[in-house]
């Protein structure tokens, strides 16, 4: 009975310990779950070159033609011939107007007359030189003689060819100055004439603008941006423009240095000298970089615990966020230019920036 009292126990205590153990087995595998997926915040992105925010600056001027000239007759005459009509295109070598010739063509048979006496007596007096019959300081005025009246058939052979006015390039009439019959001095204004081909537009660029230009590097810099023109007499055109020169002396008034931009004349429409005009200059800070500087909200701009500017970079790929430096710019509006650390195509947060961590997986959010 004793034995039989002890197997019973046995057993009783084996299956407590079986049914512990399951429980136990149970109870840890309840405890191991499946790994949490990780969050994705939406996020509202910034494709940099797409709704770009850049600053420009923009300046009135007026357009004039690229090559302008006040044509006049170098002598003094009366007017016989003006067959030019003002906003009548010219070709190179025209005649633009004639004075009347008669006296400069008895001074040019004067002087081929003198000439030839002067001609015959060299002759003369050189023969009798070579032979030692005159001095030298006679063979020398000969000489004197000779040259002078050269001379002067030459300066009366000039006079009456300055009585026809040519056009020196081809150009438009942009306007008449005398008429026919009247009287002109040596280099009186005739005739205005403009090459339209090619036009400027001079505009004033304040000196704050100036520096930040870097004066010499902006033409370098314009080089890489789009500078472009509109004009009121032309709604919805844009005209493309390119950087002719800039004046590195201020106006004392203004305080304005010069810039001046040319373009072509387009063949769809009529652009001419005097017509207003705005230019759009698309601007960075520093002159080293390009005009068309990287721009984006500065709600996209946060500074990392080391006081660095960053902002989030979204690699497209797996749609991670990983922190980049920037070096920031002027703002402008709600925008801020970036002068280093992104590139065109980028894409960042626009907005947002305190609620992400490095390699946060974002979707994108809104439009």
């Known amino acids: 009975m004793y034995v ?7 057993h ?8 512990a153990l399951s429980a136990g087995m149970l109870a840890s595998c309840k405890k191991v779950e499946a790994p949490a997926p990780p969050e994705v915040r939406p996020a509202k992105l910034f494709t940099i070159g797409g709704d770009a925010v850049g ?22 005459g009366k007017v016989i011939e003006l067959p030019v009509k003002e906003g009548q ?31 015959t007596q060299f002759d003369s007096q050189k023969a009798l030189y070579d032979k030692g019959v005159i001095s030298k300081n006679d063979f020398d005025k000969a000489t004197r003689d000779i040259d002078v009246a050269k001379s002067n058939l030459e300066t009366a052979q000039k006079n009456l060819e300055d009585t026809v006015l040519v056009a020196p390039y081809a150009g438009h009439a942009a306007r008449r100055y005398i008429e026919t019959r009247q009287n002109v001095q040596p280099k009186q204004a005739v005739l205005l004439l403009q090459d339209i081909m090619r036009l400027k537009i001079t505009v004033n660029i304040p000196e ?50 010069a810039a001046t931009f ?20 698309p601007f960075s800070p520093d002159g080293s ?22 902002v989030w970079l979204v690699n497209m790929t797996d749609m991670t966020v990983h922190q980049q430096p920037v070096v920031l710019g002027d703002m402008a509006g709600s925008g801020v230019s970036i002068l280093g650390g992104l590139a065109q195509g980028d894409t960042i947060v626009a907005a947002g920036t305190d609620r992400l961590s490095e390699g946060q997986k974002v979707s994108k959010y809104g439009k």
């Open 4 to 10: 039989s009292m002890i197997r019973s126990v046995t």
């Open 12 to 19: 009783y205590v084996c299956a407590a310990c079986m049914l």
């Open 55 to 76: 600053r420009t600056l923009n300046f009135p001027g007026t357009v004039r033609a690229f090559d302008e000239a006040e044509l006049s007759f170098l002598v003094a």
């Open 89 to 119: 295109q010219l070709e190179k070598g025209a005649v633009v107007g004639r004075l009347d010739d008669r006296e400069f063509k008895s001074a040019v048979a004067a002087a081929q007359a003198q000439y030839k006496l002067a001609q």
């Open 208 to 257: 704050q603008d100036l520096a930040r230009g870097k004066g010499a590097q902006l033409e370098k810099a314009v080089e890489k941006a789009r500078a472009t023109a509109t004009l009121p007499a032309l709604p919805g055109r844009t005209f493309d423009l390119k950087l002719h020169e800039v004046s590195l002396t201020a106006d004392p008034d203004t305080r304005t240095y």
């Open 262 to 281: 040319t373009m072509h004349a387009p063949t769809n429409a009529l652009v001419m000298p005097g017509m207003t005009a705005n230019v759009t200059l």
């Open 289 to 310: 970089v390009p005009l068309e500087s990287i721009a984006v909200p500065a709600t996209a701009v946060f500074s990392a615990p080391s006081g660095t500017s960053c």
